[in-house]
């Protein structure tokens, strides 16, 4: 019996944890623009979840992003990141149109359960040269004490299952990677690291992603696109700090 209540307070530990840790605004940037969200605890205090959408679709159209019948972003780039939107709905109907269809063109749909006071990071994949989809992701964008945090998104749909891995070291950070996966995040050192990307159990590097900055506090999305050539954008998540007390 002790050991059960023991289990069941370090699990409510955890939980407690994980809750007070994205308690101040987020700063998020991406291809040199930056937007700040929120803290989740103050969304969650208004019964409130945040989304935002990432175009993954290589040389894609413009799309735009609905929630039931609201229009959460339009004209969503490809390659692009939006900003966190906040959203009231727990049960989320997701669906993608053509912003330059006349009709407005289904793309893809996607039903999601989100929790109040959590991040969630919508990912428009290509599945093949036809068909999208949607890739709803829980954002855990505030990494352990120290450390920083990485997180690999496979949207090629060119491309095998792969490692990545930073160049010099001997084992992968992620292992078979696949198509529509979100690997991570994960725990790392902070540094600025080249990594490469290599087919699943195989020597050869497929592409290398250099200049990726680690840094203390921060959690960084390293997103692989493309049909026939491999590709990658990357967008970082930071830990703003709090503003000085008069």
């Known amino acids: 019996m002790k050991r059960e209540i023991g289990i069941l307070l370090a699990a409510v530990a955890v939980l407690a944890s994980g809750c007070d840790k994205d308690s101040i605004p987020i700063r998020t940037t991406s291809a040199g623009e930056a937007n700040v969200s929120p803290a989740a605890d103050s969304a969650d205090a208004r019964g409130h979840a945040m989304v935002r959408v990432v175009n993954a679709v290589q040389g894609g159209k413009d799309v735009a992003v609905r929630m039931g019948d609201l229009t959460l972003f339009a004209d969503v780039k490809a390659g692009s990141v939006t900003d966190y939107r906040e959203v009231t709905n727990n049960l989320a109907t997701f669906s993608v149109r053509d912003s330059t269809a006349g009709d407005g063109r289904m793309v893809s749909k996607n039903d999601e359960v989100l929790m109040d006071g959590n991040r969630y990071t919508v990912f428009l994949i290509a599945e093949d040269v036809a068909t999208s989809v949607l890739r709803v992701v829980r954002d855990d964008v505030v990494p352990d004490s120290g450390k920083a945090h990485l997180r690999v998104v496979h949207a090629a749909p060119g491309a095998p299952s792969v490692d990545v891995i930073i160049a010099g070291a ?77």
């Open 170 to 246: 001997t084992d992968p950070l992620f292992s078979g990677v696949e198509l529509k996966e979100a690997a991570g995040f994960k725990d790392v050192e902070p540094a600025k690291v080249t990594l490469e990307v290599r087919a699943e159990g195989r020597p050869e590097v497929l592409l290398r992603i250099p200049g990726v900055d680690l840094k203390r506090g921060t959690s960084t999305t390293v997103v692989l696109t493309g049909s026939d050539k491999l590709r990658a954008f990357k967008f970082a998540d930071a830990v703003m700090a709090p503003t000085p007390k008069v």
